[in-house]
């Protein structure tokens, strides 16, 4: 799992209940179940061997709960900026419920009414894209599906919107870096269980 330039991990949390019903999980902390820390436990076998300049998680008992599960509680940072997307009145509601009382509704095109929009949560992203590049080095981020979604797109250059077109497990572990230079952000790997 090695490049010749600085790699971003991204791991997405363990399951919690909400996640495995389908409900928006946005500042509700919700803890893991026991499947989810047992998953969390298992990042740290697929991690063996790695090393990391910094280790940097959402401050939601999710997250940081899989970065201690996965042996890296010690060294790691909680970022506000890492949080999951701000779901406002759609909290806790499954896709369904929501497209019941608004038909067509995407979270990365129509936002939540009293949350976040997509460029909200984009602005947020930009600032740990510029704060992983600063870094210089490999990085290992601890967060939730849509927010990393988001990170993924901003740090192709994308617009925040085009996290739709990737998904994420939990307990996935996905890795940007770059091609032939610093110039070509790129996917390496893409929600490895």
């Known amino acids: 799992m090695s490049s010749a330039f600085p790699e971003i991990y991204l791991v997405r949390h363990g399951e919690t209940e909400w996640s495995a019903s389908g409900k ?3 500042r509700t902390d919700i803890p893991l179940t026991a499947a989810g820390e047992a998953a969390a436990r ?8 790695a090393s990391f300049q910094a280790v940097w998680s959402s401050p939601s008992q999710r997250a940081y709960n899989t970065c201690t599960l996965a042996g890296f509680g010690a ?3 909680k970022k506000d900026d890492l949080q999951e997307w701000d779901y406002g009145a759609y909290e806790g509601l499954t896709t369904k419920q929501i497209l019941a009382a608004r038909p067509g509704w995407n979270v990365f095109r129509d936002g ?3 949350g976040e929009m997509a460029a909200d949560v984009g602005a947020r992203a930009d600032r740990i894209v510029s704060g992983l ?7 290992l981020v601890f967060s ?3 927010f990393l979604r988001v990170l993924a797109a901003r740090w192709l250059g994308l617009p925040p919107q085009d996290g739709a077109l990737l998904v994420l497990d939990t307990a996935s572990l996905s890795t940007l870096g770059y091609e ?3 110039t070509e952000p790129v996917i390496r790997r893409w929600n490895q269980k």
């Open 133 to 139: 590049r600063a870094t210089g080095g490999n990085v």
């Open 180 to 182: 032939h230079d610093l």
């Open 42 to 49: 298992g990042v740290a076998e697929r991690l063996k061997g």
């Open 75 to 77: 060294a790691g940072v």
């Open 24 to 26: 928006h999980t946005g």
């Open 112 to 114: 939540c009414p009293g």
């Open 144 to 146: 939730s599906a849509h």
